[in-house]
């Protein structure tokens, strides 16, 4: 299970700079992915990862309904399942694996779903950037509603609020 922070942190080094956001869907290109947009039927499912397109390539698709900061946790997810598991995916018709995030995948009751959305968090919020904004933006908002930090760390990353306090609160407690 502690293989996805290592993985995502030396994806991150391999980057010239770390800008803020993170650029992850130009990060899931450099790994040969293709992303596309696309409505889904349910609500529920907000995006797959199809092993390969009709030019052969892995297919990231996002459900173009859902939030800016969704689709692009929803990138990162689905690239951690592509980099930790692809190779010991299910493969049926021709070399094509499917995995999918939908509501279920943030339960923490599956192991590739626990570690994909490991992979997610590291890679869009990592730890030492993280931490420093933290810090120093927790000095200049002393005393007033800690939902204000959240708030604004979340936007500066581009994660939602939801997903900012849960890596929050993996290193503060």
């Known amino acids: 299970m502690n293989k996805a ?3 995502a942190r030396r994806m991150l080094s391999e980057l010239k700079e770390i800008t803020l956001p993170i650029p992850i869907e130009d ?25 390969k397109s009709k ?22 997810h689905e690239l951690g399942h592509y980099i930790l598991h692809s190779k010991n995916a299910l493969f049926i018709d021709r070399g094509a694996f499917i995995f999918h995030r939908d509501d279920s995948s943030s339960q923490g009751v599956n192991k590739q779903e626990i570690e994909a959305n490991q992979f997610a968090a590291e890679i869009l919020m990592p730890v030492n950037s993280l931490k420093k904004d933290y810090f120093e933006n927790s000095k200049l908002i002393n005393g007033d509603d800690p939902s204000r930090l959240i708030e604004k760390l979340a936007e500066k990353y581009q994660v939602s609020q939801q997903s900012m306090a849960i890596r929050i609160s993996k290193f503060i407690y």
């Not at 450099?30 to 797959?48: C, L, M, P, R, V």
């Not at 030019?55 to 990162?76: C, D, L, M, W, Y």
């Open 55 to 76: 030019e052969g390539n892995p297919v990231i698709i996002v459900n173009k309904k859902h939030s800016s900061e969704r689709q692009r946790f929803t990138i990162a």
């Open 27 to 51: 990060i899931a290109q450099k790994n040969g992915i293709q992303i596309k947009y696309e409505e889904f039927e349910s609500e529920d499912i907000s995006g797959a990862l199809k092993g």
């Open 5 to 7: 922070g290592p993985i």
